[in-house]
């Protein structure tokens, strides 16, 4: 068939070890549900074949484009803290597609059918988690997080046994890599110093190329990694994202959020806040990303060990000492997207007392995340008769008229940080539940709202959280 992407596959050319070579499975009845034409301009590709049957046949499996190199990769992961021997189960990468200013994007599969990887699963994914990876990832996106994004969802025409029969679908991923902690620490494990050191080459290539240029590159890398999660974590946590999962299977090098199984926007501020099903202990709570990030990173330093120095104690000494820059790192960025949504130019010492004493009532009368901001941003106090947010919203007065800002551009400034809408927890489960029974005009309806976050909605259901005591629960989509 005609060339559909630009393909230039530098991870196929990488030793056998770090994958298995194989094609997806192909589907019996493939239907095209959603299409990113957005996405697909951006890269330069045709919408107009991709939206077609020839789109449908790629992104279902059942027709390799020109160029393609389908492999599954080889990663492990720490997953809860116990690591294991992982890989794609159920996706394949199709190839890179390499964009005229030389960017590249892995060009992925995700319920593609069985590998190696998958162990006891069956390959295959359903179609309200795959619909759900859509919706929250050009949500993120549309925030201006760090994100992989999503090209189109197919249903696959088959059922797949979960708890329940379920109707199958695949996901087309698009990344700048997936490239993981766990990629290394798969490798490391192989007990292979040429292989560990050609997979750091290439992700001192692909993503970091100044690092190669540093005296240690490897040391280098390891400080560009963290640096990238700590801006992500602080994105997160300004707009109340939890993850969910953050296995180091799930933190990517190039910094961009991935796997969206049973992540959700927190709606009622509380720090434990907790959406996964099978996070009983809740170690991926919303307030321990941060130093969850920094225990993923601590795994990556353990894989580049041998890199980073001959002498091991020396190695283990120059990584403890980045890792705990991690903190400090992580809080100027918080503090930066903090201050941003409360209007505050430059810094006072006394800014995150501030900050934490808003954060405070708003857990105390569990207050909504997201509105709260927004309602300061809009100058639209959210309780002014409540004696203890007076007493806040008098200090933060007092703060903002120590600046030289106008007022024009502090609200700007807060109009940019504080979005109207998220993708609310209710909205999005009724979408999905429309979709499965056929109807995907709500979905459509929440990524028309999700793709302009930062405007007033003008159906105000889209900035309500759900006035409910029901805990919300995610689940996994595996």
Known sequence: ????????????????????????????????????????????????????EQGTAIFAGNRLPEGASPLAQAYAGHQFGHFTMLGDGRAILLGEHLMADGRRFDIQLKGSGRTPFSRSGDGRAALAPMLREYIISEA????????????????????????????????????????????????????????????ADYAIQRHYPKCAEAANPYLALLQAVAERQALLLAQWMCVGFVHGVMNTDNMTLSGETIDYGPCAFMDYYHPLTVFSSIDRQGRYAYASQPPVAQWNLARFAEALLPLLDTDSEKGIARAEELLRAFHERYQFYWLQGMRAKLGLFGAEAEDMHLIQGLLDWMQKNRADFTNTFRALAMENSPSLEDADFAAWHTIWHQRLARQVEPKSEVLRQMGAANPAVIARNHLVEEALDAAVAGDLTAIQKLLDVLAAPYETPKDARYAAPLDTETPYRTYCGT
Request: no cysteine; charged share 15%.
């Open 1 to 52: 068939m005609a060339s559909v992407f630009a393909f230039d596959n530098s991870y196929a050319r990488l030793p056998e070890a770090f994958y298995a070579q194989l094609a997806p499975i192909p589907v019996a009845a493939p239907h095209l549900l959603l299409f990113n034409g957005e996405l697909a301009g951006a890269l330069g590709l045709d919408s107009k074949l991709l939206s077609g």
């Open 140 to 199: 993120m996106y549309a925030l201006g997080i760090p994100t992989t994004r999503s090209l189109a969802v197919v249903a696959s025409g088959e059922t797949i046994m979960r708890e329940k029969p379920l109707p199958g679908a695949i996901l087309t991923r698009v990344a700048s890599s997936h490239l993981r902690v766990g990629t290394f620490e798969y490798i490391a494990r192989l007990n292979n110093p040429a292989f560990l050191k050609m997979l």
